[in-house]
């Protein structure tokens, strides 16, 4: 059997620390070729400590990184080491876990040179799917959901053809506030809206999934993933997280994956698809009663819902435009400088106002990206 030789990006993080615990419980199948991490200095040097990778990349600005030991892995600087040392041929899979913008780039020069290309990085294919998906149509780089619903989507997907898709529904745990009001919104703090039920993540994608924001991102990925229409994708409340998705064939059937709420599957299948293995994620306990609950979403109370079927459906430039606008949105909301009912607003009114592109070039899309982050931090009711 080969070793897979993996670079994962945004090692430091939750998605990336997790998949090194996948790479950890199948040493003899998986190698890490490359690490990066931002500012992690610490860790990342731990992690290359342990991995031993032929390469560990800083991006961003450290004090400390020439204080720690990274032992016989050669340390760079700046994330265009990291595009330069995935395109070698010594590098099988690239793991895309950066969070934000900054992890287009890498993303792209993964696709760009062919590799299985593994995407936590949600903003990419937000931000990018026309290219995106595109090019790795161009390379023959295969794309791999590690985002939990995105999985699930994929591995319903195994059980039947494209073209007899109908739908592709999306699970939403409903976030802390599901069930209320769009009056109650009105009131919701930072502290409140930090509190998760379910998973427990990063800053803005807690408050996205508050919003449903999350939701609204996640349909666009769908749309440029599986190249399915805007309407050919619904979303379904489901507060046990415990189905990720489902794909409903044209003869009425509909395929889940369902498993505990734990990244490291998703993570793992994306690394070994086809093949299944063991997996350090718990098991489903079936001598325990379970409920599973299902209802639909409430449009007024979680508008931002429609914006992500909305820029579903234009495509072009409408994903780069919402991102940019959500993230700074949120950061604004945290900072206590507009409600927590006017995240979706603010959305709203900057991807209406933004100059629409079907096909956009990458200069583009880094322009309305920047121009929709100026017009949310001055944007005011
Ligand atoms: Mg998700």
Redesign the pocket.
Known sequence: MEVQSIAVLGSTGSVGTRCLEVVRQHAGRMRIAGLSAHRSSRLLARQAREFRPDWAVLSGSVSDGRAEDFEGTELLRGLEAAETRIRRGDVDVVVSAIVGAAGLGPTLAAVDAGKRTAIANKESLVMAGPLITRRAAETGARLLPI????SAVFQALQAGRRQDVRRIVLTASGGPFRGWTSQQMASVTPDMALQHPVWEMGRRITIDSATMM?KAL?IIEARWLFDVSADQIAVVVHPESWVHSFVEYTDGSVIAQMSPPDMRLPIQYALTFPERHECPCPDTDWQQPMTLQFEPPDPVAFPALQLGFEAAERGGTCGAVLNAADEIAVARFLEGEIRFDQIAPLCKDVLHHHDYEAHPTLETLLNLDAWARKEARNWTS
Request: no cysteine; proline share 0%; aromatic share 0%.
């Open positions: 985002d939990s619903e995105h999350n996640e």
